[in-house]
């Protein structure tokens, strides 16, 4: 029998701390959870749990854990604890002075890695941003994420739909730049990957095309290529495919548009000299294209390692080009798309362009600024001048780059606020 919520017995949940957003019994005693465990009839991870999963009620009644507002007081790191209302006060009072004086421009927001995996912070932090007027959203995609968004906006027409691959009814699976056995399958909420990639390999093939031999690499077909080399890679195995007439082009004439410019572009390959970039043979490569673009139910997915080095914008649209290219999208064992999270798109949507940092002039992805720019933006004297933050589940000191330089920055802030449990 299911038993209320607040009661003592066991409550069915869900780990919210990645995507694989694995299914968990919590056992309630006095009116505490007092222990997790793996949820085994759950449908979508059966079992499947990481060390953290089973741990996050050790994080709930950790006595460090921040459970009232910290008021900055003296030197770093020195605070004194105040009453919620007192804190709201005096935040409500210092951005509206702020405002009023500098104008909205003059505050910024900035979302960690977290919010994204909380309906509540996402949708409540949004609005609250959008009351106020806030159009500065600078965020921890910048950090690791933005090429993609950017390859799914040029191709799928939006930065949020990423690319899920059909695993369960997979039999070629091609993995580039993803390490999904240790990160459980990022952006593509697979809790039981091993399991998946297991059964794909026992129907057909699971090539990791890595420059190391990862953990995924390891039990599976391993293609070791040279760092940074993953867009020439699929550069070479597109000319091999369009070369020998392997491209869908029955897909392609019936769900795209401007894909004559795409064959275009990939004719001034050579298809040799980009084999050659990557480290191996080229008889190798076109064999690889000849066997995906064949293959009924194939199916190519990129992790994050395609965003990093010079091509990672290009390695990101290369990627879903491809899958478009051998019509694998919607299809059986191909691609598909899975359903936007509530939220995510209206408060911080858009493509590429405005709006645009005030320092440097870069465009925004997805309605995000550049982390990177946010010291300056904060420094630089001028109109628009950022002088209160607002951040929500980040840590961009260590996690954007320029960690120090920002930590600088924070200090000149007039307000700057920060929601954490640490
Ligand atoms: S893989 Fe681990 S962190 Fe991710 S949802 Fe499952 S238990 Fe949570």
């Given at each position: 029998m299911r038993v209320k919520t607040g009661q003592n017995g066991e409550h069915f949940t869900f780990c919210r701390i990645c995507e694989a957003f694995c299914g968990l019994v919590a056992e309630v005693a006095d009116g505490k959870v007092v222990a997790l465990r793996p949820d085994r009839n759950n449908p979508h991870s059966k079992g499947h749990v990481c060390v953290k999963g089973v741990n996050m009620h050790a994080v709930t009644h950790d006595p460090d854990r921040v459970t009232k507002p910290l008021k900055r007081k003296g030197n770093a790191g020195e605070f004194i604890e105040i009453e919620w209302e007192q804190a709201l006060d005096e935040i409500a009072d210092s951005l509206r002075s702020i405002m009023s004086e500098h104008g909205t421009e003059a505050v910024a927001s900035y979302l960690g890695n977290p919010t994204a995996f909380s309906t509540n912070a996402i949708m409540g932090f949004g609005e609250f941003l959008g009351a106020i007027g806030c159009r500065k959203f600078y965020g921890a995609a910048s950090q690791d994420t933005n090429a993609r968004m950017l390859g799914n906006y040029v191709v799928h027409g939006a930065p949020y739909p990423f690319n899920i691959p059909d695993l369960s009814r997979c039999d070629f699976l091609m993995i580039v730049g993803a390490n999904p056995l240790v990160s459980n399958g990022w952006g593509i909420c697979a809790p039981r990957m091993r399991h998946d990639l297991d059964a794909i390999a026992a129907r057909g093939r699971v090539v990791v095309v890595d420059p190391r031999r990862t953990e995924t690499a390891r039990p599976y077909e391993h293609v070791m290529v040279r760092p940074d080399s993953d867009a020439w890679l699929l550069l070479a195995m597109m000319r091999v495919i369009i070369d020998e007439g392997l491209a869908d082009t029955d897909w392609l004439a019936a769900h795209s548009e401007g894909w004559g410019e795409l064959f275009d572009a990939i004719a001034r390959i050579d298809p040799v000299a980009a084999a050659a970039r990557t480290g191996l043979a080229f008889d190798d490569v076109a064999a690889l294209a000849r066997d995906f673009a064949t293959s009924e139910r194939a199916a190519l997915y990129a992790g994050l390692g395609l965003c990093r080095g010079y091509h990672g914008a290009l390695g990101a649209f290369l990627y879903n080009a491809f899958n478009a290219l051998t019509g694998r999208y919607g299809r059986p064992g191909g691609t598909r798309f899975g359903l936007n999270l509530i939220g995510a798109v209206k408060p911080f949507g858009g493509g590429h362009?405005?709006?645009?940092?005030?320092?440097?002039?870069i465009p925004s992805i997805a309605g995000m600024l550049a982390t990177a720019m946010l010291p300056a933006d904060i420094?630089?004297?001028?109109?628009?001048?950022?002088?209160a933050l607002l951040m929500s589940a980040g840590n961009p000191v260590l996690s954007a780059p320029g960690g120090a330089v920002l930590e600088r920055a924070l200090s000149q802030l007039e307000l700057f606020v920060s929601f954490d449990f640490y």
């Open positions: 362009g405005a709006p645009y940092t005030r320092i440097g002039h420094e630089e004297p001028g109109e628009g001048r950022v002088r």
